[in-house]
């Protein structure tokens, strides 16, 4: 079992602030990092598939950041709005699609 | 993005009896695909990956006589409980491996909550 851990597990924020938390996983036999997007009762949403050192992703108001060399990625989200509330969850991928998840960062945003 | 299915959505059954979970990718083929399950408070954890045409590999600790998974299809995988346990009960979700240029992205289905009493 691989240690990928994520924090905050949870945070509030205010509609229109900006947010970050991370997920942090092993740096060696490194793949790939997933990122998902949970809301209650959907599916997982993916949000990125980062491989480079270095990369940065963005899709829309979230982006994402990469450090495979010390392990450990960034999810922004800037001017948060009530439809970004949801369970972030990152996952380890060491190349064979076998994900080991996070726990997830549960985001609420407060009209 | 693709889109994969799963059924039932919830299921409440009594202890002994056998359960069976669908997982279909509807507007991709899936050669692989993959069974987690969330215990309460816990992360996501594979259960077992599902290969199209051949035998299902199980992660650790996950008995491959009491989680029966068949791949039948390049657009269906099913995962049966059989004689299901109270403890058995937990959150079962499916995801599915879109091949493609660069890294793949597994899409997944919105889970199976199973109660067993």
């Known amino acids: 079992i691989l240690n990928v851990e ?34 209650t009762a959907k599916s ?52 064979d699609y076998k994900l080991s998840f996070g726990a997830g960062t549960t985001v609420t945003v407060r009209a | 993005g693709a889109v994969v299915s799963q059924h039932p959505s919830w299921v409440i059954c009594k202890s002994g009896t056998s359960v069976k979970i669908e997982c279909r990718s509807l507007d991709f083929q899936a050669t692989t695909m993959f069974w987690y399950r969330q215990f309460p408070k816990q992360s996501l954890m594979l259960m077992a990956t599902s290969n199209e045409g051949s035998k299902a590999t199980y992660e650790q600790g996950v008995e491959k006589d009491k989680f029966l998974i068949n791949h039948a299809s390049l657009t269906l995988s099913t995962l049966t409980v059989t004689s299901a346990h109270p403890e058995d009960s937990s959150f079962y979700i499916c995801s599915a491996r879109q091949v493609g240029q660069g890294p793949d992205t597994q899409y997944f289905g919105p889970g199976t909550r199973l109660t067993v009493l």
């Not at chain 1, 205010?14 to 036999?29: L, V």
């Open chain 1, 6 to 39: 994520q924090s905050p597990q949870s945070l509030h924020v205010q509609e229109g602030d900006s947010t970050n938390f991370t997920c942090s996983f092993p740096s060696s036999n490194f793949y790939a990092l997933h990122w998902y997007r949970w809301e």
């Open chain 1, 44 to 95: 997982p949403e993916a949000l990125f598939v980062m491989t480079l050192n270095g990369d940065e992703k963005k899709k829309g108001r979230i982006s994402a950041t990469l450090n495979t060399k010390e392990g450990y990625s960034y999810l922004y989200i800037k001017g948060s709005q009530p439809e970004d509330s949801a369970t972030y969850l990152c996952a380890f991928n060491p190349g």
